[in-house]
């Protein structure tokens, strides 16, 4: 299903034996436009700071309570390595994360997940140190801050179309299929959906995002509104509109949106 980002902030968060704490932000990683941590603020017995906590730690995610349990204790995750969320996280603080938690590492292989298209398959994969070599030589990524990219500015081929609201987040793979895009700017109103994917360029430095649309294109796109569960009718429609291929579709190429500049 898929679903708000914004929805899913200060959802609860909680080990097998107490609360944890709540969600604060995302990071995303700008290649694959992938949630791959959730920012938990932590208290009590955690005294206050910040962990991360990868979707592969999910034992199950209530809907209706609006809480993420994870398959792990208090302790283990009290005792996981330090990392500074308001700074970048490398690859190296990475590779110790997962190395703490017996994970293989997600970067190691082609899958959007691994060998996987979804996180949990990373669960109950057993850890191998030939995933280090592929880390090794699989670069360094960018993870960014779902809060930081809210804001960013979309510019079509013609004039400016608005800027990022929110994200739409598949909640099985947690890749990012849409951005929100909010047109007050000159549409009052009217939010519409991109996805990250039809981007001809990202530039986090200018903090923009281009595509190759203009402004009668996004004005004439299907309406969509925030109070309404988006359905594969809908996405086919806006597929349509916009002459692209439907990610959904196996026959489809897989095209991810281009590297920071």
Same mark, same amino acid.
């Given at each position: 299903m898929l679903r708000s980002l914004k929805g899913l902030e200060q959802y609860k968060v909680s080990a097998t034996d107490?609360?944890?704490g709540s969600v604060v932000d995302f990071l995303l990683d700008d290649d694959h436009w992938t949630v791959r941590y959730l920012v938990v603020e932590t208290g009590g017995f955690f005294s206050e700071r910040r962990v991360l906590i990868t979707p592969i730690s999910f @034992? #199950?995610? %209530?809907?209706?309570?609006? /809480?993420?349990?994870?398959?792990?204790?208090? /302790?283990?995750?009290?005792?996981?390595?330090?990392? %500074? &969320? %308001?700074?970048? &996280?490398? @690859? #190296?603080? /990475?590779?110790? =994360? =997962?190395? =703490? =938690?017996?994970y293989p590492y997600y970067w190691a292989d082609a899958g959007l997940w691994g060998m996987s298209a979804y996180p949990g398959a990373l669960a109950t994969s057993r850890w191998y140190d030939a995933s280090v070599e592929n880390a090794e030589n699989a670069g360094d990524i960018h993870l960014r801050s779902v809060n930081e990219v809210r804001g960013y500015d979309? #510019?079509?081929? %013609? /004039?400016?179309?608005?800027?990022?609201e929110d994200f739409i987040v598949d909640d099985e793979t947690w890749e990012? #299929?849409?951005?929100?895009?909010?047109?007050?700017n000159w549409w009052f109103g009217r939010k519409v959906l991109i996805a990250p994917r039809w981007a001809t360029r990202v530039s986090w430095e200018e903090r923009n995002v281009q595509i190759n649309m203009n402004r009668q294109q996004i004005?004439?796109?299907p309406e969509w509104s925030p109070t309404v569960a988006i359905n594969r009718e809908y996405e086919a429609r806006l597929h349509k509109h916009y002459g692209r291929p439907a990610y959904w579709d196996d026959a489809a190429q897989r095209v991810h949106a281009p590297a920071a500049q």
């Amino acid at each position: 299903m898929l679903r708000s980002l914004k929805g899913l902030e200060q959802y609860k968060v909680s080990a097998t034996d107490g609360d944890i704490g709540s969600v604060v932000d995302f990071l995303l990683d700008d290649d694959h436009w992938t949630v791959r941590y959730l920012v938990v603020e932590t208290g009590g017995f955690f005294s206050e700071r910040r962990v991360l906590i990868t979707p592969i730690s999910f @034992r #199950q995610v %209530d809907w209706s309570s609006k /809480e993420f349990h994870l398959a792990l204790t208090m /302790e283990k995750v009290k005792s996981s390595p330090n990392v %500074d &969320v %308001d700074k970048p &996280v490398s @690859r #190296q603080h /990475e590779m110790d =994360y =997962y190395g =703490y =938690y017996a994970y293989p590492y997600y970067w190691a292989d082609a899958g959007l997940w691994g060998m996987s298209a979804y996180p949990g398959a990373l669960a109950t994969s057993r850890w191998y140190d030939a995933s280090v070599e592929n880390a090794e030589n699989a670069g360094d990524i960018h993870l960014r801050s779902v809060n930081e990219v809210r804001g960013y500015d979309i #510019q079509g081929t %013609d /004039e400016a179309i608005g800027h990022v609201e929110d994200f739409i987040v598949d909640d099985e793979t947690w890749e990012i #299929q849409y951005l929100v895009v909010d047109t007050s700017n000159w549409w009052f109103g009217r939010k519409v959906l991109i996805a990250p994917r039809w981007a001809t360029r990202v530039s986090w430095e200018e903090r923009n995002v281009q595509i190759n649309m203009n402004r009668q294109q996004i004005k004439n796109s299907p309406e969509w509104s925030p109070t309404v569960a988006i359905n594969r009718e809908y996405e086919a429609r806006l597929h349509k509109h916009y002459g692209r291929p439907a990610y959904w579709d196996d026959a489809a190429q897989r095209v991810h949106a281009p590297a920071a500049q």
